[in-house]
T-cell receptor, first 110, second 117 residues
Framework: EDQVTQSPEALRLQEGESSSLNCSYT??????LFWYRQDPGKGPEFLFT???AGEEKEKERLKATLTKKESFLHITAPKPEDSATYLC???????????FGGGTRLMVKP | GAVVSQHPSRVICKSGTSVKIECRSL??????MFWYRQFPKQSLMLMAT?????????EQGVEKDKFLINHASLTLSTLTVTSAHPEDSSFYIC?????????????FGPGTRLTVT
């Protein structure tokens, strides 16, 4: 059974204070690891897909990295508008479904 | 690209009535669509997976007769909550996996807030 654990559950940062969110996973054959951003009352917004260890992807202030056991979402010089819940999910060989972690609620204060 | 819409965004209904929620992929064809349920401050819980033209596959614990799913075309899936009760009140989100983009990427709709009174 695929499992995903995200840490921390909540993270408070000052504007400009860089940090990283962690996503640890166990999966029977990784088809893909996904990062999403979710704002309150809205559906998740797709950010990145990572397929193999060593892969990295960047988008504005966000950078996602992947190892065989975990993924990190690095946030460089965050702004208040980066405040959201960040969700990590994996798709293993067991099927088409995504297994989600519990999310990290990020709050960036000006 | 890869936009998914849901309608309605909010719905309030009386206990015992049925409610239909539509999920559409606007700029791509979706071979597979997924329906999730999300409770406050919790992560997404997969309810069912539907493939175009075939019966949906429901997750354990999800009542097939209460949550009817139809995936009639490559751009439309519907979720009907039958004989709704207050405990069915929740945030329902659909997602779609496209056949033109990377095969394993799922794109989510904006969600539908259902309140049963």
């Amino acid at each position: 059974e695929d499992q995903v654990t995200q840490s921390p559950e909540a993270l408070r940062l000052q504007e400009g204070e860089s940090s990283s969110l962690n996503c640890s996973y166990t999966v029977s054959g990784l088809r893909g690891l996904f990062w999403y951003r979710q704002d309150p009352g809205k559906g998740p917004e797709f950010l990145f897909t990572l397929y193999s260890a060593g892969e990295e992807k960047e988008k504005e202030r966000l950078k996602a990295t992947l190892t065989k056991k975990e993924s990190f979402l690095h946030i460089t010089a965050p702004k208040p508008e980066d405040s959201a819940t960040y969700l990590c999910a994996v798709n293993g060989n067991a099927g088409n479904m995504l297994t989600f972690g519990g999310g990290t609620r990020l709050m960036v204060k000006p | 690209g890869a936009v998914v819409s849901q309608h309605p965004s909010r719905v309030i209904c009386k206990s015992g009535t049925s409610v239909k929620i539509e999920c559409r992929s606007l700029d791509f064809q979706a071979t597979t669509m997924f329906w999730y349920r999300q409770f406050p401050k919790q992560s997404l819980m997969l309810m069912a997976t539907s493939n175009e033209g075939s019966k949906a596959t429901y997750e354990q614990g999800v009542e097939k007769d209460k949550f009817l799913i139809n995936h009639a075309s490559l751009t439309l899936s519907t979720l009907t909550v039958t004989s709704a009760h207050p405990e069915d009140s929740s945030f329902y989100i659909c997602s779609a996996r496209g056949i033109r983009d990377s095969y394993y990427e799922q794109y989510f709709g904006p969600g539908t807030r259902l309140t049963v009174t």
